[in-house]
C-alpha cells in the first residue's frame, strides 16, 4: 500500500520537528500522559442526555469507586448544542441550560467535564458543528471550564467527498484538526484533544502532528462479542504509534451495557489495558451491578493499562481462536493476555520463553487478585468461551 501524499509529509514533519528548538511534541504538553479514564454519554443513552444525566452520572463515578479507581472525565456526547447567536457563539440546546453550571458541578466532584463537536457544519446527529467557528467554540469551552473535546469528523465527509482527489480530501481532514488545535491552545486552557475520524489515513502516523492526544483508530464500537473483538484484536500493530501524550483509541468501553456476558466483558477489559487504550465507560453508572463495577474498577486490570512506561501491548502469537498478547511494564515485569475468541472454552500452553523469560516465572491471574506462586512453562491453561487468563509475569 502506498503512503498518500498528505501523510507522507505529515510523517517527515514530525521527524523534522523533534529537532527543531522549543518544539514541544504531543507528549510533552502536560495533558493524557497516561491513557485517559472516564465515561462518555453516547454509548448507552445517545440522544436522551441531558444536564439532569450528566449530574447523575458524575455523583455515580464517585459513588461506585469508579472516581477513586481513576475514571476522571465525564464527555457530553453528541445533541447538546443549539444554535448560534448574533455574534456566532454557540449556545446549548434547552437540555443543557447552563453549561458553566454544570461544569462547576462536574468539577466540585473532583472530575473534569468534557464535550463533543465535528469540524464540519453540522455534527453525525445533524446538530450544531464547528466550521468556521474554530476559534469562537474553542474560547467558549475554554470560559465554560470544558477540560477535554471529542472532535468528531462526521459534518465534515460531504466536504471531503466533494474533493477532486483523494491527497486533497485528505488535506481538508488534517487541515481541520490543526485549525481546532490551534484554537485550543490559544485559549491557555489545558483541553484533552481526542480526534474521532474512525482511522482514516492511517491516523496514528499523523496524529500527534496536529496535536491529537488520542486518536480513533476504527469505525463505532457496540454491544456485541463479535464488533468488540473484530475491533480489539485489529489493532495489532500499532503500538509504536502510541505513547505518552498520544494514545491509539480503539473506542469506548462496553462493560456493563447488557450485550455481552460477564466473560466477554472481562476479556474486553483486558485487551483494552494491555492496549493502553483509554477507558471511556459507555455504561449507565447509575444502575450498575456489583458484577459491573468490579470488572471497570479492577485495580489491578486499572494498573495495566496506566501503566507508568507508557507502551502499548501487542499481539504475539496466535493459535486458531487463541490469541497471545503482552505488554511491557514499568517494573520489568509483563502483563500477557490469553485471549480465547472460541464461544467455548479451549485449552492451551504458555511457553514463557516466546514471550521473553528465562526459567521459572512468578504470575499473578489479574482478575481473580490471585499469586499463582512460581510456574514453569509449558504452562497448561483452561481459557472460557469468549474469556482470557489475565495474569502480571516477572521474573
Known amino acids: 500500500m502506498t503512503l498518500s501524499r498528505t501523510r507522507l509529509t505529515c510523517i517527515v514533519l514530525a521527524s523534522l520537528l523533534f529537532f527543531i528548538p522549543g518544539f514541544a511534541p504531543a507528549q510533552q504538553d502536560g495533558l493524557a500522559a497516561r491513557p485517559p479514564m472516564g465515561w462518555n454519554s453516547w454509548n448507552h443513552f445517545h440522544r436522551n442526555v441531558d444536564d439532569a444525566t450528566i449530574r447523575a452520572q458524575a455523583e455515580a463515578m464517585v459513588s461506585t469507586g469508579m472516581r477513586d479507581a481513576g475514571y476522571i472525565y465525564i464527555n457530553i456526547d453528541d445533541t447538546w448544542q443549539g444554535t448560534r447567536d448574533a455574534k456566532g457563539n454557540i449556545q446549548p440546546n434547552s437540555k443543557f441550560p447552563d453549561m458553566k453550571a454544570l461544569a462547576d458541578f462536574v468539577h466540585s466532584k473532583g472530575l473534569k467535564l468534557g464535550i463533543y463537536s465535528s469540524p464540519g457544519t453540522t455534527t453525525c446527529a445533524k446538530f450544531e458543528g464547528s466550521y468556521g467557528h474554530e476559534l469562537q467554540d474553542a474560547r467558549t469551552y475554554a470560559a465554560w471550564g470544558i477540560d477535554y473535546l471529542k472532535y468528531d469528523l462526521c459534518g465534515l465527509r460531504d466536504q471531503m467527498k466533494a474533493a477532486p482527489t483523494p491527497e486533497t480530501a485528505n488535506k481538508i481532514m488534517v487541515d481541520s484538526y490543526i485549525k481546532m488545535r490551534d484554537a485550543l491552545r490559544s485559549t491557555g486552557r489545558p483541553i484533552v484533544y481526542s480526534l474521532c475520524q474512525y482511522g482514516n489515513d492511517a491516523v496514528w502516523r499523523w496524529g500527534t502532528t496536529v496535536g491529537g492526544n488520542l486518536w480513533r483508530t476504527t469505525g463505532d464500537i457496540n454491544d456485541h462479542y463479535a464488533r468488540m473483538a473484530e475491533i480489539g484484536f485489529g489493532q495489532a500493530g500499532l503500538s509504536r504509534f502510541a505513547g ?27 485487551l483494552w489495558a494491555i492496549l493502553a487504550a483509554p477507558l471511556l465507560a459507555g455504561n449507565d453508572l447509575t444502575t450498575m451491578t456489583p458484577e459491573t463495577i468490579a470488572i471497570l474498577t479492577n485495580r489491578d486490570v486499572i494498573a495495566v493499562d496506566q501503566d507508568a512506561a507508557g507502551k502499548q501491548g501487542d499481539r504475539v502469537s496466535a493459535e486458531g481462536p487463541i490469541e497471545i498478547w503482552t505488554k511491557p511494564l514499568a517494573d520489568g515485569s509483563k502483563a500477557v493476555g490469553v485471549f480465547n475468541r472460541h464461544p467455548s472454552a479451549m485449552t492451551t500452553q504458555v511457553d514463557f520463553a516466546r514471550l521473553g523469560f528465562s526459567g521459572p516465572v512468578k504470575a499473578k491471574d489479574l482478575w481473580l487478585s490471585k499469586d499463582l506462586g512460581t510456574i514453569s512453562a509449558p504452562y497448561a491453561v483452561t481459557v472460557p468461551g469468549h474469556g482470557v487468563l489475565f495474569l502480571r509475569v516477572s521474573q
Request: overall charge negative.
Open 244 to 270: 505518552p501524550g498520544h494514545w491509539n483509541d480503539p473506542d469506548m468501553l462496553e462493560v456493563g451495557n447488557g450485550g455481552m456476558t460477564a466473560e466477554e466483558y472481562r476479556q474486553h477489559m483486558a
